[in-house]
T-cell receptor
C-alpha cells in the first residue's frame, strides 16, 4: 500500500520567516495530495491540495509543489504568523479505480511561529 | 464546517466492554471514513464506506466493525475495547473518491481503562 513520510516532525520559525514541510510517497500512481492543518483539540481542516497533473499551486501565503518523478511534495508558508502555529499533515490517495478516496497520512509536523 | 457531527464527543469505558461511536452527516455524501489519531502516527484509516451497506477495511481494522444502514449515519463499534484503542477518533466524508476533499468531524476522545 501507499506509504507517506513527512519531515520535519517539528519546525520552529520566527514570525515573518518562511516554513517548508516535505513529504514523500511510495505509490507512483497516487494522484491527489491534500494538506491539512490541525489546531490543538480541533479537527483537521484542508488548507490546500494539488492534483498529479499540476506542478504547483498557490493560495495567498500558502503554496504546494509536486515532483512526480521524485515522488515528493512540499508545503511552503511565507510570511508566517503566530496563528499559523499548528500541526500540519500531508496525505496522498493511492491510484487505481478502487482507491475509494482512502487517504494515507504523513506523521505530522508541529509548526511553532514565535512572535 | 461541513454538516458532520460525532457522538459521543468524550467517552471513558472499561476494558472488555463494547463501544459504539456514531458519525452523522447532513451533506448526503456517499463516502464516509473512520480514522484514529495517535501521537507519532498521524491519522490512520480504520474502515470506510462507499455506500449504504457497502463497507471495507482500512489500514488498522482489527478489533473494529462498522455499519451503515442509511446514507447519513456511519457507526464504528469496538467489539471488546482494549487499552490500545484509547485514541481520538475522527469521521470524514467525501462527495466522491479520488481527487475530492474530505471533511472531518469534530472527533471523539475515547479512553479505555
Amino acid at each position: 500500500g501507499e506509504n507517506v513520510e513527512q519531515h520535519p516532525s517539528t519546525l520552529s520559525v520566527q514570525e515573518g520567516d518562511s516554513a517548508v514541510i516535505k513529504c514523500t510517497y511510495s505509490d507512483s500512481a497516487s494522484n491527489y495530495f491534500p494538506w491539512y492543518k490541525q489546531e490543538l483539540g480541533k479537527r483537521p481542516q484542508l488548507i490546500i491540495d494539488i492534483r498529479s497533473n499540476v506542478g504547483e499551486k498557490k493560495d495567498q501565503r500558502i503554496a504546494v509543489t509536486l515532483n512526480k518523478t521524485a515522488k515528493h511534495f512540499s508545503l511552503h508558508i511565507t510570511e508566517t504568523q503566530p496563528e499559523d502555529s499548528a500541526v500540519y499533515f500531508c496525505a496522498a490517495i493511492p491510484g487505481g479505480g478502487t482507491s475509494y478516496g482512502k487517504l494515507t497520512f504523513g506523521q505530522g509536523t508541529i509548526l511553532t511561529v514565535h512572535p | 464546517d461541513a454538516g458532520i457531527t460525532q457522538s459521543p464527543r468524550h467517552k471513558v469505558t472499561e476494558t472488555g466492554t463494547p463501544v459504539t461511536l456514531r458519525c452523522h452527516q447532513t451533506e448526503n455524501h456517499r463516502y464516509m471514513y473512520w480514522y484514529r489519531q495517535d501521537p507519532g502516527h498521524g491519522l490512520r484509516l480504520i474502515h470506510y464506506s462507499y455506500g449504504v451497506k457497502d463497507t471495507d477495511k482500512g489500514e488498522v481494522s482489527d478489533g473494529y466493525s462498522v455499519s451503515r444502514s442509511k446514507t447519513e449515519d456511519f457507526l464504528l463499534t469496538l467489539e471488546s475495547a482494549t487499552s490500545s484503542q484509547t485514541s481520538v477518533y475522527f469521521c470524514a466524508i467525501s462527495a466522491s473518491t479520488g481527487a475530492e476533499t474530505q471533511y472531518f468531524g469534530p472527533g471523539t476522545r475515547l479512553l479505555v481503562l
